[in-house]
């Protein structure tokens, strides 16, 4: 019994947490006006760079878990 009231006090808090953020969502202003100047975003070496590490990071934890099972 105690394993299904703690379930669903996390489903609880999960739907309370969705409920919100759709509130506050949906409370934002109309937006910028179509005379705003777009500037673009720089997509820089830097996030590609932290996106390879990540990569070669997970690859290596799976390999040492797989060496762990064996």
Known sequence: MYTISTKLKVILVLVG???FSVTVALAQG??????????????DGG???????AAGYGI???REHKEKTK
């Open 17 to 19: 947490a969705l409920c």
């Open 30 to 43: 109309p937006g910028f006006d179509e005379d705003v100047e777009d500037v673009p975003v720089p997509f």
């Open 47 to 53: 996030v590609t760079f932290i996106t390879a590490l």
């Open 60 to 62: 290596k934890k799976i």
